[in-house]
């Protein structure tokens, strides 16, 4: 069990102390970390920190970025892939504040990153130096923890507390900014130890068995029984767990898009999506389920729609490793605290084994009637022009739902994620908390890296490749394959969905122009085309998937489909519409 | 849910930068922060927060398990007035020929419970604590007389129950399982507990 794991000590202690610079000490604690792979740009003030880091090529990559933000974005697609903790180095001043987006990201998204910022000499801080920026402050409010380093002698137990509370209780992302002249600074070292414990710090609430046998009593008493599950699922390495409790309980499953690959897609109890753009039935019958056992997932507005008029019938059991979150949005009967890990086993032991065929008949009718609605005309259309719904199935046919799916935000962000296969945990790669244009790209980068023997797709509209094109340099130079198909709709989509919508067609700035995507690829040294005609599709896809090395393919779609179903803004999901 | 007077108690690492991440988890809701205070704790090297909002209880609850969710926050509480004793110190400057000259406000000054901390021919600093309405209260008296300057510190607050916040711990205990039972220990062995 994790317990075990994180309470073993782990002692890399060499017989007598070495003068070391903080910059090797620095270098010193991603290695006893086990980081294979560092996102990064120098600059200034980490310039020791790269001197350093010449020596340690053989040990550690360091993977080039074209723009901060890729580093980070390459951080949190390396930790969603691997299950580590990515790591990002940066200079101070701008390199430092591009960071913030990536961080805000992590944070909201609970990915385990630690950010390693220059900073300028101690002495100068305060007084408006060259690149000086109060990074601190600026992160505080998107870091799990940050803290500023002036004296090398820190460096071993303060990057150890990063990497710690980083991937422990909730992960998030943490930054540490040390001053150039602590970087230079040579200083006894005595080796690294690992971190296992903070005074103030739970990163796990224990388990209390008797909210586990309320939930129990509970569950087994349902008659309409719904589980909803997010993230907590893949981040507490709990899939077989979860699947576990899923099959005996027989209770039928909904995924938010980040709990999205924990659970096969093909599984007989997955019934799909939740939410704003999610399916017909998980989204209506929310409103009818009698118990909703929510599991590692924290009601985000964009599942719930209106909370007053959210599940008020049902009586709710929340299973999270974060306090703060049960009550926050949705009052629970019952919180469960703790490791869904350890949680869900000792519920799975308590629930009676069931099916709850008629209750999973509802689910299938729903299906049956969005299938009708939607669904097929989006996988199979009958318009001249293609829709981003059967690039998808397209492309699941010859994938069969093994690769990596990294998507940017927008309109492809939810057709993907409704219509992927996945057969694999960690196989889900988008951003969503913070719905981050531009996240694509370099996240593809990073889960290529954190997962090196997996197909890599990056599936990015026309809006958010151009928000962080330059990647395509780190591509280039890094030697890596990451498949890029982009799904072009001439507009962005997801606005321009509103505007048409709400906002009686008035297209505000969402008419988006683009560059032949191809011969800027090109340019770059990858490989690519362009598709138009419907009959070329799937050979496209073949040709990408089966291409030796990167390669960048441009589907052009429907200009004004949109994304069904949809909840809109402030209704609740029992207003879900089918168009 | 009524808004009303709450007292959070925080007790933290001592670290640079806390102020910042607690002062945040109120000004992102955009709640304001009445008073704040920070002082030592009968812990050694456990700091304590005391931190007067008017809001409901329910947003309380909420702000004091985002401010536990800090990674140097030992426990947060809270509690209404009626559940602490509290105080706030304010300090006067006077002249101190209208103090000499006026036997009404040296009577004023007397019924306030009003204590002189400085003489000086020029000027007289006395020094009063209470709650608010009472140290406002001898503002309102004293502005006649000349009242040079008027400052007052933050609440400072102990819970009524016998036993302290260690006590309570248990009372959380009931509602909110976790580890505080432990960490309680902890509060009292110090340093031997951790390093970093």
Known sequence: MNTVEEIKTVNIQPAVTELISGSQAVLEACIAEQVDTVFGYPGGAIMPIYDALYDYNDKLKHILVRHEQGATHAAQGYARASGKVGVVFATSGPGATNLVTGLADAMIDSTPMVAITGQVFAHLLGTDAFQETDIINITTPVTKWNYQVTDATEIPSVLAKAFYLAKSGRPGPVLIDITKNAQIQKFDYAGYTKCTHIRSYRPKPIVRKEFIAEAAKLINAAEKPFIIFGQGVILGKAEAEFKAFVEKSGIPAAWTILGLSALTTDHPLNVGMLGMHGNYGPNLLTNECDVLIAVGMRFDDRVTGRLDKYAKQAKVIHLDIDPSEIDKNVKATIGVWGDCKETLPLLTSLVEEKKHTVWLEKFRACDAEENKEVIFEELHPSTEQMTMGEVIRNMNEITGGNAIIVTDVGQHQMVACRYAKFNESKSNITSGGLGTMGFGLPAAIGAKFGAPQRTVIAIIGDGGIQMTIQELGTIMQAEISVKILILNNQFLGMVRQWQQLFNDRRYSFVDIASPDYVMVAKAYGIEGQKVTERQNLKQALQTMLDHNGSYLLEVMVSKENNVFPMVPQGCSVSEIRLK | ?196
């Open chain 2, 1 to 196: 849910m009524h808004k009303q007077e709450f007292t959070i108690t925080v007790y933290t690492e001592n670290h640079i930068g806390l102020l910042v991440r607690i002062a945040t988890i109120f000004s992102r809701r955009k709640i304001n922060i009445e008073s704040l205070n920070t002082s030592p704790s009968e812990a050694e090297g456990i700091h304590r927060f005391t931190i007067v909002i008017d809001e409901t209880e329910e947003v309380v609850r909420k702000l004091a398990r985002q401010i536990e969710k800090q990674v140097e926050v030992l426990k947060a509480y809270y509690n209404t007035n009626d559940e602490i004793i509290w105080q706030e110190l304010a300090l006067y400057k006077v002249p101190t020929d209208e103090i000499a000259e006026k036997v009404k406000v040296e009577r004023l000054l007397r019924e306030h419970g009003a204590r002189a901390v400085v003489i000086r021919k020029d000027y007289t600093i006395f020094e009063t604590s209470g709650h608010r309405e009472e140290t406002e209260k001898l503002v309102e008296v004293l502005a006649p007389y000349g009242l040079i300057e008027f400052v007052r510190s933050a609440r400072v607050a102990i819970i009524k129950s016998s036993h302290g916040f260690h006590e309570k711990l248990k009372e959380f205990e009931e509602t909110e399982p976790g580890e505080e039972l432990i960490e309680n220990e902890f509060l009292d062995k110090q340093q031997e507990v951790f390093t970093m």
